[in-house]
Nanobody
Framework: QVQLVESGGGLVQAGGSLRLSCAASGRTFSRFAMGWFRQAPGKEREFVAAISWTGGATYYADSVKGRFTISRDNAKNTVYLQMNTLKPEDTAVYYC??????????????WGQGTQVTVSS
């Protein structure tokens, strides 16, 4: 079992930055690939970024490539999402997830409760 708790969301102006954190409980954190997804009002949850269990491989949605960076610290049981050059269209609830990795929701077994990110224009 893995429990996930996101933090770091908030209100930021367009062009600004935020760093999201996702703290995991459980001794098997390092065995899971981790992903970040987001859901805007009235829209489906969508893939943002993923990282392999070793941290050696990362994947990004085209919409955030070059602006967002996913990383993990297995010693701290934490995965991060550094978000730069934020745009109003990045406004959403951001969720972290643990699973086998990939860009599909079905590839993840455990989910956090989400953290709100709001980007003002």
């Amino acid at each position: 079992q893995v429990q996930l708790v996101e933090s770091g969301g908030g209100l930021v102006q367009a062009g600004g930055s935020l760093r999201l954190s996702c703290a995991a409980s459980g001794r098997t954190f390092s065995r899971f690939a981790m992903g970040w997804f987001r859901q805007a009002p009235g829209k489906e949850r969508e893939f943002v970024a993923a990282i392999s269990w070793t941290g050696g491989a990362t994947y990004y949605a085209d919409s955030v490539k070059g602006r967002f960076t996913i990383s993990r610290d297995n010693a701290k049981n934490t995965v991060y999402l550094q978000m730069n050059t934020l745009k109003p269209e990045d406004t959403a609830v951001y969720y972290c997830a643990a699973g086998v990795g990939g860009s599909y929701l079905e590839e993840y077994d455990y989910w956090g409760q989400g953290t709100q990110v709001t980007v003002s224009s």
